[in-house]
């Protein structure tokens, strides 16, 4: 109740201003503001059995079925970044990034999953990428699960095999204490949502799995403790020396009440307790969401089950995950509606049953190339002050963030466009394309709502491998020809135009206020960044 009547309040009292035809915020990034782009092992590296790596689940995925993707292609070459991942540090140096978020490659380093057989030339791959963005001055900010789970450890059970979070626990151990002198900030896994609800809900993701009425249930507790595990290893033995950062990247659409009836209100509510709580809630908060364990646990019942199909956390495992968490990242890309409709009845167990709402998009909002990602820069700054007032969790790190068009273009100011509305809330000013949006969302939350967002990285560096959809779709900054045996890389305007804003702090031509020399007008500043 208490959060429905937030909702209520901050709906009433920011929906007259989401929808507004706004102008581009010229106020500067403050100075400790990191930005930077993204990518991700399976999508970039290529190199798929080179140099003693092993195979993952991906791989086998799309080796025995290439109709699984649009185009079907797979990531055995991508980018090729395993060979030119020195070409890659030199594009990121040129565009002044200042944070590069990639992930290592479980099965390169080791090649069944298991710590017992250590692969060298991996080990060498990642020190080296490491230490070259160092000299280049670029943080690395390391994911250590990108989906690309060891073959293995797919066929020993996945996600659905409680071993597996040991077997985690080992490889953070292992990547902690090869890479931790360098690296000091981590994300242990990427996007969980996704993973269980795609890979073991359905068959659209590896390991293609159709279990969306308790799979997706238990990969979620298995993933959440997987993460608990690494975390506490990290705190015990190397935060003393080694004085970085650890979290989890999750992911969400921002769910929009469909209108002010508290019924949709509390649609809205639930939409997202049930994607993003469903993680967050755990981690920060100590517990799955009530909403959640209220629900699953009542139709647990009436579907005939003597147990609930939500795995309960014991009191031993609430207090291992309760608070491991040093700031939250998360992944933003679009918005949707949601609206109340009259509770579904029992049938065969499903997710989406037992959450029991309405969802869908607002035709009017500009789409990208692909259905799911519509133009809703409004979200970022709803999301992140919903971030900041459920969870407290400090330090938000945007870890995310992109748009997708069609191959073959290069002058892609509907990019441009998304991001730069990022950092303000709203525009209909369709001129400079989407990256300036969303940019311009995120600057008012940190400066007019003091929320505590430290970085962002843009998804993502390159055109990539995009899963099941192939090299059909494209995110990148540089575009990259997935034809040229050479992988050529070429600047988009996008990325051009994102080069200039971290090279000038500031999302238009001239910019107010905070700026480069760190001491204009400080007391308009949130106290947080009054340093």
């Known amino acids: 109740m208490k959060l429905l009547l937030i909702g209520i309040l901050w709906y009433l009292a920011i929906i007259s201003s989401s929808f507004a035809d706004e102008n581009i915020t010229d106020r500067y990034f403050p100075a400790s503001f990191k930005l930077g782009a993204a990518s991700s092992a399976y999508q970039v590296e290529g190199g798929w059995n080179e140099d003693g790596k092993g195979e993952n689940m991906w791989d086998n995925f799309l080796h025995d079925n290439a109709s699984r993707v649009a185009d079907s292609t797979n990531g055995d070459i991508a980018c090729d970044s395993y060979h030119k991942w020195k070409e890659d540090v030199q594009l990121l140096k040129e565009m002044g990034a200042q944070v590069y978020r990639f992930s290592i490659s479980w099965s390169r380093i080791l090649p069944n999953g298991s710590t017992n057989n250590v692969n060298q030339a991996g080990v060498d791959y990642y020190l080296n990428l490491i230490k070259d963005l160092l000299a280049n001055g670029i943080e690395p900010l390391v994911t250590l699960y990108h989906w690309d789970l060891p073959e293995h450890l797919k066929e020993l059970g996945g996600w659905l095999n409680p071993q597996i979070t040991d077997y985690f626990a080992?490889?953070?151990?292992?990547?902690?204490?090869?890479?931790?002198?360098?690296?000091?900030?981590?994300?242990?896994?990427?996007?969980?949502?996704?993973?269980?609800?795609?890979?073991?809900?359905?068959?659209?993701?590896?390991?293609?799995?159709?279990?969306?009425?308790?799979?997706?249930?238990?990969?979620?507790?298995?993933?959440?403790?997987?993460?608990?595990?690494?975390?506490?290893?990290?705190?015990?033995?190397?935060?003393?020396?080694?004085?970085?950062?650890?979290?989890?990247?999750?992911?969400?659409?921002?769910?929009?009440?469909?209108?002010?009836?508290?019924?949709?209100?509390?649609?809205?509510?639930?939409?997202?307790?049930?994607?993003?709580?469903?993680?967050?809630?755990?981690?920060?908060?100590?517990?799955?969401?009530?909403?959640?364990?209220?629900?699953?646990?009542?139709?647990?019942?009436?579907?005939?089950?003597?147990?609930?199909?939500?795995?309960?956390?014991?009191?031993?495992?609430?207090?291992?995950?309760?608070?491991?968490?040093?700031?939250?990242?998360?992944?933003?890309?679009?918005?949707?509606?949601?609206s109340y409709t009259a509770d579904y009845n029992i049938s065969v167990p499903n997710y989406w049953l037992d959450k029991g709402n309405n969802?869908?998009?607002?035709?009017?909002?500009?789409?990208?190339?692909?259905?799911?990602?519509?133009?809703?820069?409004?979200a970022m700054r709803k999301l992140l002050n919903y971030?900041?007032?459920?969870?407290?969790?400090?330090?938000?790190?945007?870890?995310?963030?992109?748009?997708?068009d069609t191959p073959g273009i290069i002058d892609d100011q509907d990019r441009t466009r998304y991001h730069r509305v990022f950092f303000r809330v709203y525009t209909k000013q369709m001129k400079k394309g989407s990256l300036q949006g969303y940019l311009s969302g995120l600057l008012e939350a940190l400066l007019d709502d003091g929320v505590n967002v430290v970085g962002y990285t843009a998804w993502s560096l390159m055109d990539n491998f995009e899963w099941t959809s192939g090299y059909s779709n494209r995110l990148g900054l540089i575009y990259v020809d997935h034809e040229s045996p050479n992988?050529?890389?070429?600047?988009?305007?996008?990325?051009?135009?994102?080069?200039?804003?971290?090279?000038?702090?500031?999302?238009?031509?001239?910019?107010?206020?905070?700026?480069?020399?760190?001491?204009?007008?400080?007391?308009?500043?949130?106290?947080?960044l009054r340093i």
Not at 364 to 374: E, G, H, N, T, Y
């Open 359 to 378: 969802v869908y998009t607002d035709p009017s909002w500009p789409a990208s190339a692909v259905d799911w990602l519509k133009y809703a820069p409004f």
């Open 387 to 404: 971030i900041h007032n459920t969870y407290n969790p400090g330090e938000i790190f945007v870890t995310e963030n992109g748009w997708v």
């Open 170 to 338: 080992e490889y953070a151990r292992l990547a902690f204490s090869l890479y931790g002198e360098y690296v000091k900030t981590w994300i242990t896994v990427n996007e969980p949502n996704t993973t269980c609800l795609l890979g073991y809900g359905n068959t659209m993701d590896a390991p293609g799995l159709v279990l969306i009425g308790d799979g997706v249930y238990q990969c979620a507790k298995l993933q959440v403790m997987a993460h608990a595990k690494a975390y506490r290893i990290y705190d015990e033995d190397f935060r003393a020396t080694q004085r970085g950062k650890v979290s989890l990247a999750l992911d969400t659409p921002w769910s929009e009440p469909a209108s002010d009836d508290p019924l949709d209100i509390e649609a809205a509510e639930r939409e997202l307790e049930f994607g993003f709580g469903w993680y967050a809630n755990p981690i920060y908060l100590g517990d799955w969401p009530k909403i959640m364990k209220e629900r699953i646990d009542d139709r647990s019942k009436r579907e005939g089950l003597g147990f609930s199909r939500l795995p309960p956390f014991t009191k031993e495992e609430i207090n291992l995950i309760n608070g491991i968490f040093d700031f939250f990242g998360v992944n933003l890309y679009t918005a949707n509606l949601v």
């Open 487 to 528: 992988r050529t890389r070429i600047w988009k305007a996008s990325g051009k135009y994102y080069k200039n804003v971290i090279e000038t702090r500031c999302l238009l031509d001239t910019c107010r206020e905070y700026g480069l020399d760190g001491n204009r007008n400080k007391s308009n500043l949130p106290e947080f």
